[in-house]
């Protein structure tokens, strides 16, 4: 049993979903991943944060944890614009792109999912892969955003490659959008 131990912390991830310990453990039996799973969480080894996912210890990731929740997903929206600088308004939530729209409170963190169509959702055009989750790129986030809100505030949109906007734009298959970018370049210049 040590030998599942050790194999759980040779993983670099910080969540671990059911799929992901039974991969690691190499247990195709779901009664015997569920059982070595409650083992694990009864010997505090494991910290169960919802359904079907966990933490190894309390210092988890939790942009790790926001894209473990539902799968596809990527951080973007306020959460990306604000690490890009694009707005300066905190939010103690994160924003999450995903199939469904949900909102869910997990240990002391709070998550929005917002829904997008599966073929931006799929799309890697624009996300990046970085410490075991996906983000959007401040332009992939941007045409997110505007794409579901189309009269949103930004405060700084000097950064914004409108080159790459255009690239982008066209995953969305909508023309209004291509429509609410050239208005906000207009209005950015």
Known sequence: MDNLVAKLYQSPKTIL???DLSFIWEET???????????????KILIRLTRG???KDKNYNVKELATSIYMPSYISFETALRQA????????????????????KIDSYNFIFRKL???VLYSSIGVKNENNYSIATP????????YLFPKYH?????????????????IYDNKQLIKRLDNYQKNAE
């Open 29 to 43: 039996n779901p009664d015997n991943l569920k059982a070595k799973i409650s083992y694990y969480v009864k010997q």
């Open 139 to 146: 332009e992939r986030a941007f045409l997110d955003t505007i």
């Open 154 to 170: 930004f405060d700084d949109l000097k950064t914004i490659n409108w080159k790459l906007c255009r690239e982008l734009v066209k």
């Open 53 to 55: 996912i966990f933490a």
């Open 17 to 19: 979903t059911n799929k």
């Open 117 to 119: 169509k599966d073929s």
């Open 85 to 104: 600088g694009i707005i300066f308004q905190h939010y103690d939530t994160m924003f999450v792109a995903a199939r469904w729209p949900a909102a869910k």
